[in-house]
């Protein structure tokens, strides 16, 4: 075992030295998280096993390019290592990951030889060299693990999309959740289309005209879109699914209480002018506790569609904050001055990371996820994590060797995450005992992650739970 993680710490110091070469900025006090690269491509892959070979064509597609993106994340720290010069240049490794995901569509899925190819020469060329284009884009903000991770993540939600769009287009949905996953699939890509364009056109940075595009896509294309995908009005859809049933408008009522508790943390601390610590930011962990405990017990879909369109919101704010629009622009600047966690640099991406951490099991597209699946996000960084940053600021007296971490706030995020599973299981929300007795070693392995990683938690911890 020691052999192994010396040939690691060789391969990582190797990468780094390589990226510095090339003046691609690495996130500041931070390792490379190689292992982090690799989890989206094999939770993917995986999600071909767990719907025991009755899966939809979105899952299909999704852990067919999972195989794809794990070779390409090889492909990727392969050229990282052994590159010298022009790191980011496309290189011939990366044809690799292009034609086994080609192949994979064209053979297993049977797609078109075009549709093949073009797939596979994205995930290939995205998975690698998009990876490095990210990093350069945006540097210091990512560790080349967390880059491939959010990366890896993009190309699974726009093969997803273009899988679904169009089927969508022949077969309008009838379920609440398959029209959920429309509705905030052409929203994402609406807000990745308005952050293409301001990116490209800076006279779109001016309030005027940022504010109108914002409304006028919305108005003019995302709407009549909807409308045809899903052959009825989608805001018409939103309102009526919302306040069908009490429970819904019960839930939203306690989400909006939630909401508001939060604005006036925020307020109180940009009023303050005090640069907010961990266990301030921990509190923030716990309203999103406090949001996601009934929404999956209760209204898991309804959870699913609010979380959506929160991260759709959440990137068009901060894309106001970067672009500095006015009014909101320097309002957000000041709050992200006062809130910014130590890892984030230019971007606001802590918040981000924690909404896709707490996310990512109602994201997944696989059909029948166990409750227990689900509460991965919000046991691993809402409740383990948060009681870890509380003792062991309070109690850690006795350190891990060489980590700033303490024993006593990892004991705290086992105990906490196994009570949190026991209340589930002695209520009956959890009645698979073989499914219960896996959480045990999940839960002390993914403690002692969090422990020793220099890795965005938010982000790390959940793909690791899921």
Same mark, same amino acid.
């Given at each position: ?14 990468v ?25 491509g ?16 979105? !899952?299909?597609?999704? +852990?067919?390019?999972?195989?794809? *993106?794990?070779?390409?994340?090889? !492909? ?14 496309? @290189?011939?490794?990366?044809?690799l ?29 995205l998975g ?12 210091g ?19 997803s ?8 287009? @022949?077969?309008?949905?009838?379920h ?7 509705i905030?699939?052409?929203g994402? *890509?609406y807000?990745?289309?308005? =952050? +293409? /364009? ?10 005027? !005209? ?48 939630? *909401? ?24 923030? @962990?716990? /309203? ?10 209760f ?19 901060? /894309? ?8 909101? +622009? ?25 909404? !896709? =951490? ?23 960084v ?15 007296? @006795? ?21 949190v ?12 005992? /073989? ?23 938010? *982000? ?7």
């Open positions: 075992m020691e052999m192994v993680f010396t040939i690691y710490e060789n391969i990582e110091r190797k780094l030295e390589n990226l510095k070469k090339n003046n691609i900025k690495h996130r500041s006090k931070a390792s490379s998280g190689l292992w982090l690269g690799s989890l989206i094999i939770g993917a892959a995986l999600t071909l096993l767990r719907e025991d070979n009755s899966y939809s064509e979105i !899952c299909f597609i999704v +852990g067919l390019t999972g195989f794809g *993106l794990i070779v390409s994340c090889s !492909c990727l720290y392969v050229r990282l290592f052994i590159g010298k010069n022009a790191i980011k240049d496309f @290189h011939a490794i990366y044809f990951p292009s034609i086994i995901a080609s192949m994979l569509f064209l053979l297993v899925a049977n797609k078109g030889l075009l549709t093949s190819v073009t797939w596979g020469l994205s995930v290939g060329s690698t060299w998009g990876v490095l284009q990210l990093m350069s884009n945006f540097p903000c990512f560790t080349i693990g967390e880059a491939t991770t959010v990366t890896h993540g993009s190309i699974l939600f726009l093969l999309a273009m899988t679904n769009i169009p089927l969508r287009y @022949h077969l309008p949905p009838i609440d959740e398959d029209i959920a996953t429309i905030l699939q052409i994402i *890509l807000v990745l289309s308005i =952050g +293409g /364009l301001c990116k490209n056109f800076p006279i779109l940075h001016s309030a005027r !005209c940022f504010y109108t595009l914002v409304f006028c896509i919305f108005l003019l294309l995302v709407v009549p879109l909807l409308q045809v995908l899903l052959d009825q009005n989608p805001i018409t859809w939103m309102l009526f699914y919302i306040f069908g049933t009490q429970r819904r408008v019960a839930l939203m009522i306690y989400w909006a209480m939630c *909401l508001l508790l939060s604005i006036f943390v925020i307020t109180f601390q940009v009023l303050s002018s005090t640069r907010a610590t961990t266990s301030i930011r921990k509190y923030f @962990h716990i /309203l999103a506790v406090l949001v996601y405990i009934p929404g999956i017990l209204e898991p879909t309804l959870l699913y569609l609010s979380s959506g369109v929160i991260m759709g919101i959440f990137c068009v704010v901060e /894309l106001t904050r970067i672009l500095k629009v006015s009014p909101l +622009g320097d309002i957000l600047q000041r709050g992200f001055a006062i809130l910014v966690d130590d890892k984030d640099n230019l971007i606001s991406l802590t918040p981000l990371y924690l909404l !896709c =951490g707490l996310s990512l099991p109602l994201w997944m597209p696989a059909n029948n996820v166990s409750t227990l699946v689900l509460f991965s996000g919000v046991l691993t809402g409740i383990g994590d948060t009681a870890a940053s509380f003792v062991g600021s309070k109690w850690g007296k @006795h350190k891990w060797p060489g980590l700033d971490k303490s024993m006593e706030g990892t004991l705290a995020c086992i105990i906490s995450q196994l009570g599973i026991f209340i589930l299981a002695y209520t009956r929300y959890i009645d698979d005992q /073989l499914l219960l007795l896996r959480s045990i070693p999940s839960v002390i392995v993914v403690s002692f992650v969090e422990a020793k990683t220099d890795q965005i938690d938010n *982000l790390a911890l959940p793909l690791l739970m899921t």
